[in-house]
């Protein structure tokens, strides 16, 4: 199925997590409350009540976890750093405890031969921020450049590749839109004047890493999928152009020069965000790789449910992950190679790929999970495949490297190579995890 010759000499190997998902230590060493804090403590939003205060304790377990990443051959690893950590209150004082501990941390990596990949915002905006708006107050886009500047002037030293947004679409939409991620709001036209904001947001980020040293490469994450037509009729070809316009295009077209899309905001004009003078010039900055990262397909019909007039079809399957989405490894190869020819972009890494299954843990410690290996074997065949055809994919990050706080799901999704036992903090590399490491030092030549 793989060949690993396809793959250029420096891929990166590696996997993510984000801060609020594993680090807990929520309460220590100077940590500002975060939305995400704030809406797992408000009953009701997320499973079981569960919150990232201990999640996966990397706070305090980080040399540990990286000494397991480094006998597991990775070479690459992707991070985000806590806002409310360095800002407690978003602007204005440093919490000197939270530098140092991401100092250690990166430090960490490095002592075990991992290039870290640090995403500056992973959703865990601090509370202080949201107080004054949020992501819906336009102060909030310089609030970011600061902190920015912050974390590149203290940790640009060793840290040379930054993302500064993930998955804005998560943020703005499921956060603002839909009420079912923090800060809880159900508000589309303040989602896409989030959205906005969180594009400016990167693009002054991007300035200020290229100003600190323009040897640093910078990009942005995005979680990107086909929308398929239901049927060929006009209407749900018509409703799936508005949907890939309402995930994907929204923010691939003005990041890569093109003004947002039109066939989105003819359709919802009222909702269209509010753009300044030279905010577009200023999202378009040039970056030097796109952040991909791809779960599944959407399959769309026309309906009469407003604002959009798309609903959502069941995809055929068969296979279903245990977050009942798709297992449609396909839809990879289409994002990569429909990204390559519409937006060229000069690197593509996956900062994000992976599923969850049902884990169990055996009585000798082992998860038997051949559906998560399966899973991303194919998906790594669609990566090949958009290689071979001269896309330029330097780096696969599996989605995770631990079980970690699935946000609103809790900690009953997992998604690790590595279970983690929460009552035990222990870890155990489950099937996938070691058929990763053996395909990596393989790739790598390690073996
Ligand atoms: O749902 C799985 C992942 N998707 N992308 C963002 C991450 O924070 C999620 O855990």
Known sequence: MLDLNVFPPNFRWGTATAAY????????DGRGISIWDVFSYTPG????????????????????????????????????ISWPRILPKGRGEINEKGL?????????????????????????????????????????????????????????????????HNEPWCAAFLGHGAGVHAPGLKDVGV??????????????????????????????????????AASDSPE???AAARHDAFLNTIYLDPL??????????????????????GDLEIIATETDFLGVNYYQ?????????????????????????????EVYPKGLYEVLTRVHQDYAPKEIFITENGATFEDTLTEDGQVHDEQRRFYIERHLKSVQDAISEGVPVNGYFAWSFLDNFEWAEGFEKRFGLVYVDYATQNRHVKDSGKWYSKLVKEALGAV
């Open 45 to 80: 939003n997320v499973k079981k009540g569960d919150s990232g205060d201990v999640a996966c304790d990397h706070y305090h377990r980080y040399a540990e976890d990286f000494k397991l990443m480094k006998e597991l051959g990775m070479n690459s690893y992707r991070l985000s």
């Open 297 to 325: 397909r959407s399959i769309v019909k026309h309906s009469e449910q407003l604002p959009f007039n798309f609903d959502g079809v069941r995809p055929p399957g068969p296979e279903f992950t245990f977050f009942d989405w």
């Open 21 to 28: 998902q594993i680090e807990g230590a929520a309460h220590e």
């Open 100 to 164: 140092a501990f991401y100092d250690r941390l990166i430090d960490e990596l490095l002592k075990n031969g991992i290039e870290p990949y640090v995403t500056l915002y992973h959703w865990d905006l601090p509370q202080a921020l949201q107080q004054l708006g949020g992501w819906a107050n336009r102060d909030t886009v310089d609030a970011f450049e600061e902190y920015a500047r912050i974390v590149v002037n203290r940790l640009g030293d060793r840290v040379k590749n930054w993302i500064t």
């Open 256 to 277: 890569y020069g093109k003004g947002y899309p039109r066939v989105l905001f003819d359709h919802i004009p009222a909702l269209a965000p509010k753009v300044q003078e």
């Open 236 to 238: 749900d070809v018509a």
């Open 191 to 228: 989602s896409m004047q989030v959205a906005h904001h969180l594009l400016l947001s990167h693009g002054k980020a991007v300035r200020v890493i290229k100003e600190h040293d323009s040897s640093h490469k910078v990009g942005i994450t995005l979680i990107l999928g086909p929308s398929h």
